[in-house]
């Protein structure tokens, strides 16, 4: 008896460890590691064999995950992901430089080197997935040029791509999602030095993705190398054709000839002949296309829908070029200007161009006249806008003989509104309601007694001044800073560290060119201290405004009375407007004595702006 129930317990022991095991085998289906296939991390051992065999595994499991565990993985050959296959590494976070010392999931990529249009290193198929490793080039070079490869990855013409969480540290071409129809693709966390092209999206008939892709030079940081001057000169970051809503947010790039370029998209029959072109449309948000000559190149846009920028960040210009017959918007973008830009718009072509809730800063640095939005397209609105300049000469918009119709309305031109039209004189255009600002009137003459002593302070206390002439009255002679009197024969005796005596004597100091005034003119040594001195005249009692700027701290004295102050521990640029107080003034000449310290640096210098409670500008006078 007892023999027979040993018996049936064996039996049920063996059929439950059965269940089990059938159980995990189900339970691990579609799931596989490169290691079982016989890959090596160890940087040497060609690995294209294993990772395909383990790749084509999941794929006849119907589909699942092929795990890369931290190592460098060579691979001599090309990779092909299978429908509903994702390769997931376990990178989490970008890396810089060379990743080989950078630890995580690392390809080494080396096939079709030197062959531009060859096969790509990775093809992706029907709900592939790309996920958390790192790609790298041992083989390729810092030059000028360096050596070309076809496409880091390209989709194979199915839908539902994914890329998620993937550096290339030196791909030659990085993304290709349009030599291939690619609907529904999501590219998420991509970091990239692209030397030639970064991302291309084409043929895309169904809404594609990109999110947070990051394309900027961090595998050669010098900026003066030849790899460097190949990108400015030759590379592009974004390329965007056929593409129907594109979504995109969180898009960067910075030091490619262009940022992102739309294209009339060339569309290819299945014998992979161009039968058409075509044009995409879009929402891009949050983009900051930064240092560039051109940031966005828009040749055509789709005519019924266009693109349109939010939020956007423009480090150079915007060229719509003569074909492009559909909408570009700009909304709540700012554009800054390189040392050698002359336009932040150049727009030509049929499409109307949009800038809503923008700033423009800085154009036409070089002074050859250009208008920062230079308009030759049919259709133009430019609606609360600003413009901040305070040049007499500084070109805000130019109308030229294809603008058909154009509303520029609402918006600040401090400098003037500056705006040329060379419109037909059948164009519609409506001009009006832009606000000008009256003409600043610096305070442009100044008595000064500059180079008193202002080093460091030794162990100063937690939010005191860290420099000693901030709080140290040189004056005292004169009656004290707050009341002293500086006249063309003044003279201030101090004692250095040393105790060495030393005069200093009043000198007239006239605005340069930005109506500042230039201390170092008077001073030629940083960590110092002057004073500068004049008269106010009002016509009545009456409360002052002053718009100043300091660099790098300082106070201000009027009619004796201490009425601003500010000491920057970290130094502060000098800006009209950065220093914003008010005085009370009476009739006739009031005295303002105006103390400005030196941290270092190679600026120090001074603006000052003072007009009464009607905005007229008061008349200042050393004398």
């Known amino acids: 008896m007892r023999s027979r129930c040993r018996i049936a317990v064996s039996i049920l022991l063996v ?348 154009w036409d640095r070089k002074r050859r006249g250009a208008p920062c939005i230079d308009a030759n397209n049919r259709r133009l609105i430019v609606t609360g806008c600003d413009f901040p300049t305070n040049r007499d000469d500084h070109q805000i918009i130019r109308l030229g003989p294809r603008v058909r119709s154009a509303v520029i309305a609402a918006n600040t031109m401090p400098g003037g509104a500056l705006i040329t039209n060379n419109a037909p004189k059948n164009a519609d255009i409506q001009i009006g309601l832009n606000a000008v600002e009256p003409k600043p009137n610096y305070v442009t003459d100044w008595l000064v007694l500059a180079g008193f002593p202002n080093p460091d302070v030794p162990n100063p206390a937690r939010g005191a001044p860290t420099r000693v002439g901030y709080d140290t009255d040189y004056l005292t002679t004169l009656g004290g800073e707050a009341n002293a009197v500086i006249a063309p024969d003044t003279a201030v005796d101090f004692t250095d560290a040393q105790g060495n005596t030393h005069r200093i004597t009043a000198k007239t100091l006239r605005a340069d060119s930005r109506r500042f005034i230039n201390l170092r003119r008077a001073w030629d040594e940083s960590h110092r201290v002057a004073y500068a001195f004049t008269h106010i005249h009002s016509d009545r009692d009456q409360t002052a405004y002053f718009d100043a700027g300091m660099n790098d701290g300082g106070k201000v004295y009027v009619n004796g009375e201490l009425v601003y102050s500010r000491f920057s521990p970290l130094g502060q640029q000098c800006r009209p407007g950065i220093d914003l107080f008010e005085a009370p003034l009476r009739k006739g000449y009031n005295p303002i004595m105006v103390k400005v310290e030196d941290g270092g640096g190679t600026r120090w210098e001074f603006v000052l702006e003072v007009y009464g409670e009607d905005g007229d500008s008061l008349r200042a006078e050393t004398t």
């Not at 040749?299 to 960040?313: E, I, L, R």
């Open 15 to 362: 059929v439950s460890c059965c269940v089990c095991l059938d159980a995990v085998a189900e339970r691990d289906r579609g799931s596989h590691h490169v290691a079982d296939f016989g890959a090596k991390g160890d940087g040497v051992t060609d690995n294209t064999a294993a990772f395909q065999a383990a790749l084509d595994a999941a794929a006849k499991d119907g589909g699942g995950v092929v795990m890369v565990p931290t190592g460098s993985f060579l691979i001599h050959g090309n990779l092909v992901i299978p429908d509903n296959v994702a390769l997931e590494g376990v990178w989490r976070a970008p890396v810089r430089g060379e990743p080989p010392d950078k630890g995580g999931t690392v390809l080494l990529a080396t096939a079709s080197k030197g062959d531009l249009e060859g096969k790509p290193f990775i093809e992706m198929h029907m709900n592939s997935a790309l996920k958390g490793l790192t790609i790298f080039y041992p083989e390729q070079i810092r030059a000028n040029p360096p050596l070309p490869y076809p496409w880091t990855v390209q989709g194979a013409g199915k839908d539902n791509i994914t890329i998620l969480d993937v550096t290339m540290v030196n791909p030659y071409q990085a993304v290709d999602l349009g030599t291939k129809p690619n609907g529904r693709h999501l590219i998420r966390n991509l970091y990239a030095y692209a030397l030639f092209k970064g991302v291309y999206i084409n043929q895309c008939y169904d809404v594609g993705r990109l999110e947070n892709i990051h394309i900027w030079p961090f595998w050669d940081v010098d900026p003066q190398s030849p790899l460097w001057v190949f990108t400015r000169e030759n590379a592009t970051a974004f390329i965007i054709g056929k593409t129907d809503g594109q979504m995109a947010h969180s898009l960067f790039c910075i030091f490619y000839k262009v940022g992102m370029h739309f294209i009339d998209g060339p569309i290819y029959d299945e014998k992979g002949e161009i039968v058409s072109y075509a044009a995409g449309s879009g929402m891009y948000t949050n983009c900051y296309l930064d240092v560039t000559p051109c940031a966005v190149l828009v040749d055509a846009v789709m005519d019924t829908a266009g693109v349109s920028f939010v939020n956007a960040s423009i480090m150079s210009k915007i060229v719509v070029g003569p074909k492009n017959q559909g909408p570009v918007k700009f909304t709540g973008s700012g554009f800054w200007a390189t040392s050698d830009l002359d336009s932040h718009a150049v727009l030509g072509g049929w499409g109307a161009v949009f800038f809503e809730s923008c700033h423009f800063n800085d």
